[in-house]
């Protein structure tokens, strides 16, 4: 006999669909990533990155990770007079990747290749003249921290997410998670993160302006996501799954 497990309550209704019916433990991050990031990190990497609002988005290129609604959100708040900026840094799914800059450009938004040496925080600054500084190098596991705080948002913004691991790292480093509305059971709407309900660029475009008029909720949303994460370490995810051990012993032996 086996038991099935999945990282969340979403993918555990989509399995059972199947006739599955698993025990849902969720991923964890390190304990390290809940480090306080200093300060004079996310001053400098702001002032070389520039925008106003900043976001930062990292993961597939793939239409499900959201990156056409990123392109929207900031072409919405350029026209409303922001001076917004994008740094991405794009994984696998390359076919995507064509679709994207060309939706990009139609929007008349203009991308950077940017390739720093060494991973350094100085090194991100690119074109002034760009919108979306395309990350083309590695980006060392110490230097993801300073990318989640430093920016106005982190847009984890998936159509479809199991769970959602980058919108909770970011929560951890202190930063300000814009998460879609399936896996993401850590993210409480307005509370500890930004929650979409909609694929369309504008709402992220407007709960960044509302986020930029209120520095207050802004600082809170940060604190309270800093105290969720805390509750999905390794260790924390651990310790659920051994007490859920008898529980699941009982089931089969009955």
Partial sequence: MCQLTAVSRYLKHQMRALSVDPVVIPNGIPKWMLEKVPPENIKLLREAVGGEPFFFKLGRMDPDKGWLQAADALVKLKGDGARARLVMKRGTAEDHRGHFFGHASWLGLRTAEIHPASGG???????AEADILDIQTFIPDDSLPVLYAAADGVLANSGYEPFGLVGLEAMASGG?????????????????????????G?????MAMELQRDPEWAKDLRRRARETAAMFTWDEAIGGLLRKLPLM?????A
Avoid: F
């Avoid at 504008?202 to 407007?206: G, K």
């Fill in 121 to 127: 925080l100085a090194d991100l600054a690119a074109e």
């Fill in 249 to 253: 012993a009982a089931t089969q032996m």
């Fill in 202 to 206: 504008d709402e992220i475009a407007v």
């Fill in 176 to 200: 300000i998670a814009y998460v879609g509305s399936t896996g993401e059971d850590y993210a409480l709407s307005t509370q500890n993160a930004v929650v979409l309900d909609t694929g369309d």
